[in-house]
């Protein structure tokens, strides 16, 4: 949802309104480039967050839910903290917290089908990105469509200040907090190399190969 949402806002959007365009993924990223350079804030992607998207269909159909983001990222944690998505999302744990939880419970997160490959690898650098380019591909073929990205902080200020200078004209950049991905995260358990490897096979089962693919699509009509 978050991948054809971002699609569509860069195709109304980038170069007419906007010089480029950043995703709005990962909130560390999206966090430091508003703070760095609040004049181009309204480049990054106004797409809600997947985990806060999520929340939100699910209040919609369920008020008196409890919705739980369950990652390694840390700085989901600082998200669900805001004004405006505290209502929405209850609770974020680490894959460290809920291992034990899983454990005791005996839970099968490999229950849910209906996803994407595109949808999969997000957790990985690069991921958003091809999500993005790749229903852009399907749905408007005749549009070109340049990427950059960059892991990091440091990398992720390298690119938008390059952004601003104008070596970005109308691009897409992908900013990833974490070298490696979301997979990388401060809550991980195991060797980044290993979670991408793994995402990357789960990724390869998917139902379907775009994230436009999908059922979900038309949850977007209910925001």
């Not at 760095?36 to 967050?49: G, Q, V």
């Not at 200078?165 to 992908?174: D, H, S, T």
């Not at 991905?181 to 358990?189: R, S």
């Amino acid at each position: 949802l978050c991948a054809t949402q971002e699609a569509e806002d860069f195709i109304a959007e980038v170069p007419e309104k906007l010089p480029f365009m950043g995703t709005s993924c990962c909130p560390a990223w999206s966090v430091m480039a508003k703070k760095r350079f609040p004049e181009y804030a309204n480049c990054i992607s106004m797409a809600l967050t997947p985990m806060v998207l999520t929340a939100r269909l699910i209040k919609k159909e369920h008020p008196n839910g409890k919705v739980v983001f369950i990652g390694p990222c840390a700085a989901k944690k600082l998200e669900a903290m805001r004004r405006s998505v505290r209502s929405e999302v209850d609770f974020v744990l680490t894959f460290e917290e809920m291992t034990g939880i899983f454990a005791a419970k005996e839970l099968d997160p490999d229950g849910v089908n209906d996803a994407s490959t595109d949808g999969r690898d997000f957790a990985v650098a690069g991921g958003v990105a091809k999500a993005v380019v790749n229903v852009i591909k399907e749905r408007y073929p005749d549009r070109e469509i340049k990427v950059a990205n960059a892991e990091g902080l440091r990398d992720c200020y390298k690119m938008l200040r390059d952004a601003v200078a104008g070596k970005y004209p109308g691009y897409l950049l992908e900013g990833m907090a974490c070298p490696g991905g979301c997979v990388a995260g401060a809550g991980t358990m195991q060797s980044i190399k290993k979670s991408q490897a793994q995402v990357h096979l789960y990724a390869k089962q998917a139902k379907h190969k775009t994230s436009n693919e999908t059922e979900h699509i038309k949850e977007l009509e209910k925001l």
